[in-house]
C-alpha cells in the first residue's frame, strides 16, 4: 500500500521552526519575526514597531522586556536553576510561590500545583476530577464537560475538551481522551438538560473559562456562571474554572472568579502568573479535593502527576517578581480604569455598519464584525497601521494589551480600527 498521492501539491519551504496553529501555506513568506520588545511595543526583524494590543497571548500583562524580571531570573539561575518537586524534595521558590497563591486565592486554604503552562494545568486539573472521584468510591464518574467555543489549550485534554470543533477534530476520535462532551455556552437550561441526559453519575467535572477568550471575547450571559455553579453543586460534579486569560487581574480582579462571585472546586491559572517571562502554570485545589490525599494513613492514595519542571525554581522566582510589580504599581485597579474607557471608546465604534457587536470584560475586549469585512483582513491591514490584534472565532477583532497602556495608547487602538473599517467602507 502507498501513501503518497500523486495530485498532491508541492510543499512551500519555509523556516525549520514549524509554527504553531498556523494554516502554513497561508503565513509562510509573511510571517513576522519579532526580535526585540519595550513595554507595550514590540519590534520586528523587518524594521516595523507595533503597538502589542493582545499583550501576546494575553500573556505580557505587565509589559515586555522588563529588567526587574531579568533581574530576578538571572539572580535564581545562579543560586538554584531548579530542583524538582518529587517525592521527598522541594524547592524553596516553589514553596515560597504556592505560599504566596495559596494566601491571595479566592479558594480558602487551598493546595496548589505548579507545573510549565496552562494545557499543563489543564491536564492536571481534569485528572484530578476524575481521580477525585475514583477514590471517592465513585468509578462512573469520568466525564469531562466543557462548553462549546471552549479553548483550554492543546494538550491531550484540552483538544479533547475544545469546544471549538475544529481543535478537536481529525484525530480519529470524537474526543482524543474518551468521555468528555460540550454544554451550551448561553443557555443554563440547556447545561442542565444536557447533564440529565448524561447523567450525574457519569460526570467528574465541568470546565469554563469565566471569559471565554478565544472562543470570541464571549461575556457570560448574567446569571449563568452562577448557574453552572449550583449544577455543579446539586449534581455533585467538580467546577474548574479556567483563569489562564483572566487570571492575575486580566478583569480588573486578581481572578474572575472574584468579579463572578464564584467558589469553584479548581482553578486552573498560567500566562500573567509570570506575565509570560517564564513558561508556569498550576492549578489551586480546594479543601474537599486535597485532603484525601492528604490523611495519615497507608490506605491514603497518590495523585501520580508530575513533571521535571513542576515548581521550577526559577519560573517561580520570576512569578513572585511580577506579583511583586502588579503590587507596587497598582496594576489591577488600572485594569479597571481601561476598562472603563475601553467601554466608552467601543461604545462610540459599535455605531460602525461594519461592527455587529463590541464585547468587553476588564482589559479584554472584543469586535464582532458583519460577514463580509474579514476579522483577519482588518487584523492584517492593522499591522500596516503599527498595531498587533488578533483575529478569533465569531469574526471578532481582540483587544487585550498591556496593563500598563496608557489611556492615548488605547485610544489609539481603539481608532485605528474604527480607520480601517472606514477605509475598507470607502473602497
Ligand atoms: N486555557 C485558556 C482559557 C487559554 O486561553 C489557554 C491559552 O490561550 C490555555 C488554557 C492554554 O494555555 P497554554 O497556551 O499556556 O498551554
Given at each position: 500500500?502507498?501513501?503518497?498521492?500523486?495530485?498532491?501539491?508541492?510543499?512551500?519551504?519555509?523556516?525549520?521552526?514549524?509554527?504553531?496553529?498556523?494554516?502554513?501555506?497561508?503565513?509562510?513568506?509573511?510571517?513576522?519575526?519579532?526580535?526585540?520588545?519595550?513595554?507595550?511595543?514590540?519590534?520586528?526583524?523587518?524594521?516595523?514597531?507595533?503597538?502589542?494590543?493582545?499583550?501576546?497571548?494575553?500573556?505580557?500583562?505587565?509589559?515586555?522586556?522588563?529588567?526587574?524580571?531579568?533581574?530576578?531570573?538571572?539572580?535564581?539561575?545562579?543560586?538554584?536553576?531548579?530542583?524538582?518537586v518529587f517525592g521527598r524534595y522541594l524547592n524553596?521558590?516553589?514553596?515560597?510561590?504556592?505560599?504566596?497563591?495559596?494566601?491571595?486565592?479566592?479558594?480558602?486554604?487551598?493546595?496548589?500545583?505548579?507545573?510549565?503552562?496552562?494545557?499543563?494545568?489543564?491536564?492536571?486539573?481534569?485528572?484530578?476530577?476524575?481521580?477525585?472521584?475514583?477514590?471517592?468510591?465513585?468509578?462512573?464518574?469520568?466525564?469531562?464537560?466543557?462548553?462549546?467555543?471552549?479553548?483550554?489549550?492543546?494538550?491531550?485534554?484540552?483538544?479533547?475538551?475544545?469546544?471549538?470543533?475544529?481543535?478537536?477534530?481529525?484525530?480519529?476520535?470524537e474526543s482524543l481522551v474518551p468521555e468528555t462532551?460540550?454544554?451550551?455556552?448561553?443557555?443554563?437550561?440547556?447545561?442542565?438538560?444536557?447533564?440529565?441526559?448524561?447523567?450525574?453519575?457519569?460526570?467528574?467535572?465541568?470546565?469554563?473559562?469565566?471569559?471565554?477568550?478565544?472562543?470570541?471575547?464571549?461575556?457570560?450571559?448574567?446569571?449563568?456562571?452562577?448557574?453552572?455553579?449550583?449544577?455543579?453543586?446539586?449534581?455533585?460534579?467538580?467546577?474548574?474554572?479556567?483563569?489562564?486569560?483572566?487570571?492575575?487581574?486580566?478583569?480588573?480582579?486578581?481572578?474572575?472568579?472574584?468579579?463572578?462571585?464564584?467558589?469553584?472546586?479548581?482553578?486552573?491559572?498560567?500566562?500573567?502568573?509570570?506575565?509570560?517571562?517564564?513558561?508556569?502554570?498550576?492549578?489551586?485545589?480546594?479543601?474537599?479535593?486535597?485532603?484525601?490525599?492528604?490523611?495519615?494513613?497507608?490506605?491514603?492514595?497518590?495523585?501520580?502527576?508530575?513533571?521535571?519542571?513542576?515548581?521550577?525554581?526559577?519560573?517561580?522566582?520570576?512569578?513572585?517578581?511580577?506579583?511583586?510589580?502588579?503590587?507596587?504599581?497598582?496594576?489591577?485597579?488600572?485594569?479597571?480604569?481601561?476598562?472603563?474607557?475601553?467601554?466608552?471608546?467601543?461604545?462610540?465604534?459599535?455605531?460602525?455598519?461594519?461592527?455587529?457587536?463590541?464585547?468587553?470584560?476588564?482589559?479584554?475586549?472584543?469586535?464582532?464584525?458583519?460577514?463580509?469585512?474579514?476579522?483577519?483582513?482588518?487584523?492584517?491591514?492593522?499591522?500596516?497601521?503599527?498595531?498587533?490584534?488578533?483575529?478569533?472565532?465569531?469574526?471578532?477583532?481582540?483587544?487585550?494589551?498591556?496593563?500598563?497602556?496608557?489611556?492615548?495608547?488605547?485610544?489609539?487602538?481603539?481608532?485605528?480600527?474604527?480607520?480601517?473599517?472606514?477605509?475598507?467602507?470607502?473602497?
Amino acid at each position: 500500500m502507498s501513501y503518497k498521492n500523486e495530485n498532491e501539491a508541492a510543499p512551500i519551504t519555509g523556516p525549520a521552526l514549524w509554527s504553531a496553529q498556523a494554516h502554513l501555506p497561508s503565513v509562510l513568506g509573511r510571517q513576522l519575526i519579532i526580535e526585540r520588545a519595550e513595554g507595550g511595543y514590540v519590534f520586528t526583524t523587518d524594521g516595523r514597531r507595533l503597538f502589542d494590543g493582545t499583550a501576546g497571548l494575553w500573556h505580557a500583562n505587565v509589559g515586555h522586556a522588563r529588567p526587574e524580571l531579568a533581574d530576578a531570573a538571572h539572580a535564581q539561575m545562579l543560586r538554584l536553576e531548579t530542583y524538582h518537586v518529587f517525592g521527598r524534595y522541594l524547592n524553596d521558590r516553589a514553596v515560597e510561590l504556592g505560599e504566596r497563591l495559596a494566601a491571595m486565592s479566592p479558594v480558602d486554604d487551598p493546595k496548589v500545583i505548579l507545573n510549565s503552562g496552562g494545557s499543563d494545568a489543564i491536564d492536571v486539573a481534569c485528572k484530578l476530577a476524575r481521580r477525585h472521584w475514583q477514590h471517592a468510591g465513585h468509578g462512573d464518574k469520568t466525564v469531562i464537560l466543557s462548553r462549546e467555543f471552549a479553548y483550554h489549550g492543546l494538550h491531550a485534554y484540552g483538544t479533547s475538551i475544545a469546544g471549538l470543533d475544529f481543535n478537536r477534530d481529525g484525530y480519529g476520535t470524537e474526543s482524543l481522551v474518551p468521555e468528555t462532551a460540550r454544554v451550551s455556552t448561553y443557555d443554563i437550561d440547556a447545561v442542565e438538560r444536557t447533564v440529565h441526559e448524561i447523567g450525574a453519575d457519569h460526570i467528574a467535572a465541568l470546565v469554563a473559562e469565566p471569559i471565554q477568550g478565544t472562543g470570541g471575547v464571549i461575556t457570560p450571559a448574567p446569571g449563568y456562571l452562577e448557574g453552572l455553579q449550583r449544577i455543579c453543586r446539586e449534581n455533585d460534579i467538580l467546577l474548574i474554572i479556567d483563569e489562564v486569560i483572566t487570571g492575575f487581574g486580566r478583569t480588573g480582579h486578581m481572578f474572575a472568579t472574584e468579579r463572578y462571585g464564584l467558589q469553584p472546586d479548581l482553578i486552573t491559572f498560567a500566562k500573567g502568573v509570570t506575565s509570560g517571562y517564564a513558561p508556569l502554570g498550576g492549578v489551586l485545589v480546594a479543601p474537599h479535593v486535597w485532603q484525601p490525599f492528604y490523611r495519615d494513613s497507608d490506605r491514603t492514595p497518590m495523585f501520580r502527576h508530575g513533571a521535571t519542571y513542576s515548581g521550577h525554581a526559577t519560573a517561580c522566582a520570576v512569578a513572585l517578581r511580577n506579583l511583586d510589580i502588579l503590587d507596587e504599581e497598582k496594576l489591577v485597579p488600572r485594569v479597571g480604569e481601561l476598562e472603563q474607557l475601553l467601554v466608552r471608546e467601543l461604545d462610540a465604534l459599535a455605531g460602525h455598519e461594519a461592527v455587529v457587536e463590541t464585547r468587553v470584560a476588564g482589559l479584554l475586549g472584543g469586535v464582532g464584525l458583519v460577514d463580509d469585512v474579514s476579522a483577519e483582513a482588518v487584523t492584517d491591514e492593522l499591522v500596516e497601521h503599527g498595531f498587533v490584534t488578533r483575529p478569533l472565532r465569531g469574526n471578532t477583532v481582540q483587544i487585550s494589551p498591556p496593563f500598563i497602556t496608557t489611556d492615548d495608547e488605547l485610544r489609539q487602538l481603539v481608532a485605528a480600527i474604527g480607520a480601517v473599517l472606514d477605509a475598507r467602507a470607502a473602497r
